[in-house]
Nanobody, 123 residues
C-alpha cells in the first residue's frame, strides 16, 4: 500500500486548508486511516482518525471542532479539512493507514505511511 499526501501550504492564522491522501496498491488491506503531524523538535502526534465506514471519527483535543476528517472509499482517499488554523498547527502532516478491522489511534499500530505534507500557519 502506498499513500500520497497533497494539499499542504502556507496560510494565515484563522484561515483554512485542506489536505488529502490517496492510497494505491493493495487498498483492500486498508481499513482505518488517520492523520498525524510532527512539528520541528517534537514527536509525531495523533490528529484525527476515521474508520473504514466513516461512521467513527476521532480527534485530538487540540483540533476538535476545527478539523474534520472524511474519506471516499471509491477513490481510496482520506481528507482533512482544517479551519480556524493557528500558528501551533504548523507541522508536517502525515497520513497513515492500518489493516486492523477495529480502528485504533496509536501511532505504532499504523503499518502504512505517506511522505508528509507541510502546513505552515503564519501569525
Amino acid at each position: 500500500v502506498q499513500l500520497q499526501a497533497s494539499g499542504g501550504g502556507l496560510v494565515q492564522a484563522g484561515g483554512s486548508l485542506s489536505v488529502s491522501c490517496a492510497a494505491s496498491g493493495r487498498t483492500l488491506l486498508v481499513y482505518g486511516m488517520a492523520w498525524f503531524r510532527q512539528a520541528p523538535g517534537t514527536e509525531r502526534e495523533f490528529v484525527a482518525a476515521i474508520s473504514w465506514s466513516g461512521r467513527s471519527t476521532y480527534y485530538a483535543d487540540s483540533v476538535k471542532g476545527r478539523f474534520t476528517i472524511s474519506r471516499d472509499n471509491a477513490k481510496s482517499t482520506v481528507y482533512l479539512q482544517m479551519n480556524s488554523l493557528k500558528p501551533e498547527d504548523t507541522a508536517v502532516y502525515y497520513c497513515a493507514a492500518q489493516s486492523r478491522v477495529i480502528l485504533t489511534l496509536a501511532r505504532d499500530e499504523y503499518e502504512y505511511w505517506g511522505q508528509g505534507t507541510l502546513v505552515t500557519v503564519s501569525s
